[in-house]
T-cell receptor, first 112, second 114 residues
Framework: SQKIEQNSEALNIQEGKTATLTCNYT??????LQWYRQDPGRGPVFLLL?????KEKRKERLKVTFDTTLKQSLFHITASQPADSATYLC???????????FGKGTHLIIQP | ETGVTQTPRHLVMGMTNKKSLKCEQH?????MYWYKQSAKKPLELMFV???????ENNSVPSRFSPECPNSSHLFLHLHTLQPEDSALYLC?????????????FGEGSWLTVV
């Protein structure tokens, strides 16, 4: 079965800096990889999806990379703000009845 | 507002009780899911329905019983639960099963078993 590791349980970043979160996985590479944001007491919210043949995807201040050789995805938030503080979840998308396989998440704290 | 509504948001039940969690999606999606989220653990997929047919049951104990009467509604019936079943239960939907479908989650139902 797939194993997903997100770099750390918690990450503290100073406001204005770039936050970089890491997602590593074992075994086979999925066709898609997704990132979600989860605020305390709320359900996860979809942020970005990247395909295996895409190296990079951007959305406003967010950037995701996908390296199938390293079996790794990086999630970047540039010009970080305190409102970006949340837990970010990486999810492997292998399709079918398995839905998404999620990592434990990284709790990002942006300090003013 | 994600288009997926869950009720109740909070539920406390005894181990001998029977209760149900309800989920409704207003997105016209064909697939619906139940996930369990416990502290310090990743989201665990419990059940998957596609066009009202169950397509996945990840070795979930029989004290959890799903029901999907139509493509917009999903229930999770709870019976004789254990304290370790206390968790956040998330309902979700997607347009279809298959790769590349993003999942829309509800706000979750916090369950405490006493």
């Amino acid at each position: 079965s797939q194993k997903i590791e997100q770099n750390s349980e918690a990450l503290n970043i100073q406001e204005g800096k770039t936050a970089t979160l890491t997602c590593n996985y074992t075994n086979y590479s999925p066709a898609y990889l997704q990132w979600y944001r989860q605020d305390p007491g709320r359900g996860p919210v979809f942020l970005l999806l990247i395909r295996e043949n895409e190296k990079e995807k951007r959305k406003e201040r967010l950037k995701v990379t996908f390296d199938t050789t390293l079996k790794q995805s990086l999630f970047h938030i540039t010009a970080s703000q305190p409102a970006d503080s949340a837990t970010y979840l990486c999810a492997l998308d292998i399709g079918g009845a398995d839905g998404l396989t999620f990592g434990k998440g990284t709790h990002l704290i942006i300090q003013p | 507002e994600t288009g997926v509504t869950q009720t109740p948001r909070h539920l406390v039940m005894g181990m001998t009780n029977k209760k149900s969690l309800k989920c409704e999606q207003h997105l016209g999606h064909n697939a619906m899911y139940w996930y369990k989220q416990s502290a310090k653990k990743p989201l665990e997929l419990m059940f998957v329905y596609s066009l009202e047919e169950r397509v996945e049951n990840n070795s979930v104990p029989s004290r959890f019983s799903p029901e999907c009467p139509n493509s917009s509604h999903l229930f999770l019936h709870l019976h004789t639960l254990q304290p370790e079943d206390s968790a956040l239960y998330l309902c979700a939907s997607s347009q279809d099963l298959g790769e590349g479908n993003t999942i829309y989650f509800g706000e979750g139902s916090w369950l405490t078993v006493v």
